[in-house]
Every structure is written in C-alpha cells, then in structure tokens.
C-alpha cells in the first residue's frame, strides 16, 4: 500500500495559493479515479482510497501535517518507502520538479513536521515555486496565489507530476530522478 501526501492548507482561501501545491496534485491525481472517503477523525486527513493506494490532504493545516501522516502510517501500517509526499519548494525555480529521500526541511513547516513525526525517510516529490523578492516576505509569498501566467503552466507541471508518482510506486528512486527531473 503507497500512501500519497499533498501538503497543504486548508480552506476556500488558499486553495491556489503556492504552499498548496500538493493538494492541487492530490485534486488531480484523484479525480478520475474511483475512490472512496474514509471518515477517521483520528487520520485529522480528507483521505481517500483507490485499489492499494491512500490520497492523503492533511486537514491540521501545513505546520501540523505530521501529525495526520503518522496516524495513518501507524493505523495502515505503512513502510516509510511507500509514503510519497508532494510538497512546494521554494528553494527551486517554479516549475521545476525533483524527488529525494531525507534531507534537509529548508524552513519549511510542514517537513519540519513530518520529520518529527515519522522521521525523514520518507519520499518527497519537490515542486518549484521560486522564490520572494526579499528574504523577509516568505511566509507571504508561500501564501500568495499563482499568477495568471503560473496557472496556465501548472496543468503540464502537474501532469508530469502525476506519472512521476505512478512510477515511483514500482521504480527506484534514482531511476525516477533520471527519467522525470523537470529543470
């Protein structure tokens, strides 16, 4: 069983913002599949379910995100290898998507969470959003919405996004980063 984590925030008013990213490719990934809703308070998680696969959008909002990752972890008994987390990366030009193992938060919350949650052997799918201006308007920008120009490129970012994360579930991780690197 994989378990497919889009990192995001919840609510009407972030739903394009940059940090949301992973729900947007959770949304899509999801919606032409059949699947059903599990009602867990204890997952705090809209999650779903397709054959031996697990959607996952965190609903504690991104600084708590480990949280409802370990509970479904610990209640699937899920291994760290099929955990797929797809998270923006600020530290990549928009656009640009890579994968790893492990590694270092970078500053952001929500892998900061899961790091201390389930530790950091998990999957993560980087996604670019670029970077702000000015250092000190971060948090801003994460929470800004794509521009009109950033929107028109997502579907084709996301797309690739998607058959990344379906060749993750049967290849190695280095064969991924060869074959679906977008720089």
Not at 57 to 70: D, E, I, Q, R
Not at 132 to 139: G, Q
Request: net charge positive; charged share 25%; aromatic share 8%.
């Amino acid at each position: 069983m994989h378990l497919i984590v889009g990192l995001g925030n919840i609510g009407d008013k972030y739903q394009l913002t940059r940090h949301n990213i992973g729900f947007l490719v959770i949304d899509e990934i999801t919606k032409n599949l059949s699947t059903s809703n599990i009602n867990n308070p204890n997952f705090q998680s809209t999650l779903l379910k397709s054959g031996y696969n697990l959607f996952s959008k965190p609903t504690t909002f991104m600084n708590n995100s480990g949280v409802a990752v370990h509970a479904i972890k610990e209640y699937y008994k899920i291994d760290l290898e099929n955990i797929i987390v797809i998270h923006d990366d600020l530290d990549l030009p928009f656009g640009t998507v890579k994968f790893k193992i492990g590694g270092g938060h970078g500053g952001h919350n929500g892998l900061k969470s899961l790091d201390a949650h389930i530790t950091k052997e998990y999957i993560r799918v980087r996604i670019g959003i670029g970077k702000p201006a000015h250092k000190d308007d971060v948090a801003n920008y994460v929470l800004s919405n794509f521009s009109k120009e950033e929107l028109n490129k997502l579907p084709d970012i996301i797309s690739h996004t998607i058959k990344a994360i379906e060749a993750l579930k049967t290849e190695e991780i280095d064969q991924i980063k060869s074959k679906f690197t977008l720089k």
